[in-house]
């Protein structure tokens, strides 16, 4: 059925206005004031928020950790994106080293096909470079994966500078996007044996073994290398002051970089690192958590307008018999934290009812941005005629606490828990259709692929 919705306020990443949306099927078909009803069902938004749906840029669902696998798959993961107002994530599909990237990306598809409850994309992390990888490219472009991943940490998966060059030119060829992972590997295993040798083995020498100089030292190779490849490069999870500081100097010499942050990194400081017990475990994520100077340095940053996108790393592991798997030695701590669920609620209740940001800077970080960056706007991230109805509608008066009792994440803990929050998604539309309401996912795996063209952001064009 086709649905009008009334008496809202639309939120865009430009402005904020009084209007009604006309829904034809999966599309946004009017727009103005005072619509009238012509048989359609009515949705009465009075009082209400309309944002464009959320995009959740960074997750990790099904993810092989080695002898197990991470709590959420994308059953579950994208239900709980979805009741939180995340009508689209984009994951990462992983080319193990002997892989093709056609592999991959089929590899990916099985998982999510069939069981997403929001729609999904694929982010394609290359491990494994060489003339037939570099060849895929052109048929990635086509299946609609045009964002990479690259890391400069973990040895099975980390790629050193020379080859980060030949993708960076190679990526730019096709109007692709490219997402590092900047920690020095190297540095951080001699930290980890450094700590160890020293019998250090608890959580609250995790953060020891990953300090902000290995961000700041990584970022600053990354954008060395895009300024030689003449290439634009997105930092994923930026985590530091330091780092961002070197973005900052790159972005005055003309270089372009685009930033990710996560709520984690907004949120909450190192001294989790310092609970009792194993408790702190929790917390145990990569990059690890900062300091207040780095969470302000952040916030500042979005407000200024120079942080671009806002996803979660969500990468979530059972407390118990997954992180307790390190116990006796940090280092074999399952690394990553929940998040999908609850992104959009606390970056609306710290940032927007805080004044540190506005309605309008925070739909462009979780909307807005990443569909332009990942190429998909204005179909998503924008609401305009012609603009899918992924839409959320938003109650601002809304009063709740984080519990990872009431939580659908699978995890058995939320590093948010008593969290208290302001506002939340009170209807989410994917296609057209109520798919979450109040909390609850009322249709379930109606979730799609969504095909990605060159990103919108760079100013490349693509022959």
Same mark, same amino acid.
Not at 177 to 188: A, K, P, S, T, Y
């Given at each position: ?5 009334k008496?809202?306020t639309?939120v865009t990443?430009?402005?904020s206005?009084?209007m009604?949306?006309?829904i034809?099927?999966?599309k946004?078909?009017?727009l103005g004031?005072n619509?009238?009803?012509?048989g359609?069902?009515?949705i ?6 309309i944002?464009p749906?959320?995009i959740?840029?960074?997750t990790?669902?099904d ?5 197990f696998? +991470? *709590? ?9 994106a979805?009741?939180g107002?995340?009508t ?5 599909? +992983?080319q193990?080293? &002997?892989?093709t ?7 990916w598809?099985k998982?999510?096909e ?7 994309g694929?982010?394609? @992390?290359?491990?494994d470079?060489n003339e037939i990888?570099k060849?895929?490219l052109k048929?990635?472009?086509?299946a609609?994966v045009?964002?990479?991943?690259l890391?400069?940490a973990?040895?099975n998966?980390?790629?050193?500078a ?16 490219i997402?590092?992972h900047?920690?020095?590997g ?6 980890i044996r450094e ?7 608890s959580?609250?020498w995790h ?10 030292e990584a970022v ?5 290398v895009?300024?030689?490849?003449e290439?634009p490069?997105?930092?994923v ?5 330091? &780092?961002?500081?070197v973005?900052?100097a790159?972005? *005055?010499t003309?270089?372009q970089?685009?930033?990710? +942050? ?7 400081e190192?001294?989790?690192y310092?609970?009792? &017990? ?7 994520l990569?990059?690890p ?6 969470i302000?340095?952040?916030?500042k940053a ?9 996803? +979660? ?9 997954q992180?307790?798997r390190?116990i006796?030695?940090f280092s074999?701590i399952?690394?990553?934290i929940?998040?999908v ?7 609306y ?9 506005t ?6 970080a979780? @909307? ?10 204005p179909?998503?991230?924008?609401i305009e005629?012609? @603009? ?7 109650d601002?008066?809304?009063r709740?606490?984080?519990?990872? &009792?009431?939580q659908?994440?699978?995890a058995?803990?939320t590093?948010y ?5 302001t506002?939340r ?11 979450a309401d109040?909390g609850k996912?009322t249709?379930?795996k109606a979730g799609r692929y969504v095909?990605?063209?060159p990103?919108?952001k760079?100013g490349?064009?693509?022959?």
């Amino acid at each position: 059925m086709d649905l009008l919705i009334k008496g809202g306020t639309i939120v865009t990443a430009e402005k904020s206005t009084g209007m009604d949306i006309r829904i034809e099927g999966d599309k946004i078909t009017e727009l103005g004031c005072n619509l009238p009803v012509k048989g359609e069902k009515v949705i009465d938004a009075t009082g209400k928020l309309i944002f464009p749906g959320f995009i959740d840029t960074h997750t990790h669902f099904d993810l092989d950790a080695g002898d197990f696998f +991470t *709590a959420d798959d994308f059953e579950s993961g994208t239900k709980a994106a979805l009741v939180g107002g995340t009508t689209m994530v984009l994951d990462f599909a +992983t080319q193990n080293r &002997g892989e093709t990237l056609k592999e991959a990306l089929l590899n990916w598809h099985k998982k999510a096909e069939g069981n997403s409850s929001c729609h999904y994309g694929f982010h394609m @992390s290359i491990s494994d470079w060489n003339e037939i990888t570099k060849r895929e490219l052109k048929e990635m472009t086509a299946a609609g994966v045009t964002s990479y991943k690259l890391y400069m940490a973990y040895d099975n998966l980390k790629v050193h500078a020379g080859i980060m060059y030949e993708i960076l030119k190679a990526v730019k060829e096709e109007g692709g996007i490219i997402g590092v992972h900047c920690e020095n590997g190297d540095l951080v295993n001699t930290l980890i044996r450094e700590q160890k040798a020293l019998g250090h083995l608890s959580p609250k020498w995790h953060p020891i073994s990953r300090p902000a100089e290995v961000e700041a030292e990584a970022v600053n190779q990354l954008l060395t290398v895009a300024k030689l490849a003449e290439a634009p490069v997105n930092i994923v999870h930026l985590s530091t002051k330091k &780092g961002y500081q070197v973005v900052e100097a790159a972005r *005055a010499t003309g270089q372009q970089v685009f930033v990710e +942050t996560c709520p984690q990194y907004l949120l909450m400081e190192d001294s989790r690192y310092e609970l009792d &017990g194993f408790e702190s475990a929790k917390y145990v994520l990569s990059p690890p958590l900062r300091k207040k100077e780095d969470i302000e340095c952040l916030w500042k940053a979005w407000k200024d307008d120079k942080i671009d996108t806002i996803g +979660t790393d969500h990468c979530s592991f059972h407390y118990k018999g997954q992180k307790d798997r390190g116990i006796h030695d940090f280092s074999k701590i399952p690394n990553g934290i929940p998040g999908v669920e609850h992104r959009p609620a606390l970056l609306y209740t710290y940032g927007v009812t805080e004044q540190k940001i506005t309605a309008e800077q925070f739909c462009a970080a979780l @909307s807005t941005n990443p569909a332009k960056l990942f190429g998909m706007y204005p179909q998503k991230g924008a609401i305009e005629v012609g @603009s899918d109805a992924d839409l959320v509608i938003w109650d601002p008066e809304y009063r709740g606490i984080i519990t990872a &009792g009431e939580q659908l994440q699978k995890a058995d803990y939320t590093p948010y828990e008593g969290f208290a929050v302001t506002g939340r998604a009170d209807k989410v539309l994917l296609q057209g259709k109520v798919a979450a309401d109040q909390g609850k996912v009322t249709i379930e795996k109606a979730g799609r692929y969504v095909h990605r063209g060159p990103c919108q952001k760079t100013g490349l064009k693509v022959e």
